[in-house]
C-alpha cells in the first residue's frame, strides 16, 4: 500500500481552544488509516517574531518547512473567531508558497455556534486557492464543538465516523492524484 504524507496543523493558538480537543481525536483516528503518515504541528509551538513575517523566516522552522516540503496534502483544524479564521494561521502559511503547490488542503472547521466553522473555510479558501492548493470535499465540520467533542478527545456524536471516512477518501485520492502530476510534470 502506498502511503501519502498528510501532516495535520492546528491552526490556534488560544487559551482553551477547543480545536486541540478535535487534534486529539483526529488523530488518534488516523491511527486506523494505515495509508496515511501524519505528524501534528500545533500553531502554539510557533514562537513567531512580531514584526517579520513571511519566506525570510522560514529557516527558523526547519521541521515545518522540511514536512512542508514533503506533504502529499494537509489537513488544516481551522477554529471561527468572529467569522474569521486564526491570524497565526495564516502567519504560518505565509512563511512557505512554494512548498504549498499542487497539493491538497482537507479542510476540518469548529464553532461553539450552530455552524461549525463554515464562514472560516469560505475565508481560507481563496487563500489557499493563492497558494495554488486543492481543497477536498467534503469539510469536516463541529459545530457547537463543546457538545461533541470532550476534552480528552473523545466523540459524542458516531457520525463523525461514516463523516470521517468520506473526509479521508476523497483527500486520500487528491493526495495521490497530485502526487503523481507533481511527479510527472
Known amino acids: 500500500m502506498e502511503k501519502v504524507f498528510i501532516p495535520v496543523i492546528l491552526?490556534?493558538?488560544?487559551?482553551?481552544r477547543n480545536s486541540e480537543n478535535v487534534a486529539k481525536w483526529l488523530m488518534e483516528q488516523l491511527e486506523n488509516?494505515?495509508?496515511i503518515e501524519t505528524v501534528l504541528f500545533d500553531a502554539r509551538d510557533f514562537d513567531l517574531p512580531k514584526s517579520d513575517y513571511g519566506q525570510s523566516i522560514k529557516g527558523e522552522f526547519f521541521a515545518w518547512t522540511q514536512a512542508t516540503e514533503r506533504a502529499d496534502g494537509?489537513?488544516?483544524i481551522v477554529p471561527e473567531y468572529n467569522h474569521g479564521y486564526p491570524g497565526i494561521l495564516k502567519s504560518m502559511l505565509?512563511?512557505?508558497?512554494?512548498?504549498f503547490h499542487h497539493k491538497v488542503a482537507g479542510l476540518v472547521g469548529l464553532s461553539i455556534g450552530p455552524w461549525g466553522g463554515v464562514r472560516a473555510l469560505e475565508n481560507l479558501v481563496p487563500v489557499l486557492r493563492e497558494f495554488k492548493?486543492?481543497?477536498s470535499s467534503p469539510d469536516l465540520v463541529f459545530p457547537r464543538v463543546q457538545d461533541v467533542v470532550s476534552e480528552d478527545g473523545k466523540i459524542q456524536d458516531d457520525s463523525?465516523?461514516?463523516k470521517l471516512e468520506k473526509f479521508?477518501?476523497?483527500?486520500?485520492?487528491w493526495a495521490k492524484t497530485l502526487r503523481e502530476g507533481r511527479v510527472t510534470g
Request: net charge negative.
Open 168 to 173: 479521508l477518501t476523497d483527500l486520500v485520492w
Open 94 to 99: 505565509d512563511m512557505l508558497f512554494p512548498e
Open 74 to 76: 494537509f489537513i488544516l
Open 160 to 162: 463523525y465516523d461514516k
Open 11 to 16: 491552526g490556534t493558538n488560544r487559551e482553551g
Open 33 to 35: 488509516y494505515p495509508e
Open 133 to 135: 492548493m486543492m481543497v
